[in-house]
């Protein structure tokens, strides 16, 4: 699976760790019905973090589908908000 990072760039990555990244996606749309601003940053950077230890990261001037678009590891609940589908930011 192909995931861009929103201002990053893409990275491959295994549909085997969709299970981990979901684990972390229930607990980001958790906290943004919550509100809870600190506890949306800290598990987003945690999301992101997460991606690029796992996924290989494609040339730059590889310009590949992505499956999956993440936000920006600055972008605001709203921006997130904007971004969600019934399952999250990740599907599953």
């Known amino acids: 699976m192909i995931v861009r990072i929103m201002g990053e760039g893409q990275?491959?990555?295994?549909?085997?760790?969709?299970?981990?990244?979901n684990k972390l996606d229930d607990e980001?749309?958790?906290?943004?019905?919550?509100?809870?601003?600190?506890?949306f940053r800290r598990t987003l950077e945690a999301l992101?973090?997460?991606?690029r230890e796992l996924g290989e990261?494609?040339?730059d001037d590889s310009l590949e589908p992505s499956e999956l678009i993440l936000p920006s590891q600055d972008a605001t609940l709203e921006d997130v908000q904007e971004?969600?589908?019934?399952?999250?930011?990740?599907p599953g």
């Open 48 to 51: 992101l973090s997460k991606v």
């Open 28 to 39: 980001l749309l958790a906290e943004m019905e919550n509100g809870d601003g600190p506890g």
């Open 57 to 59: 990261p494609l040339p």
């Open 11 to 21: 990275v491959r990555l295994a549909d085997g760790h969709l299970t981990e990244l």
């Open 83 to 90: 971004l969600l589908s019934d399952d999250g930011l990740i």
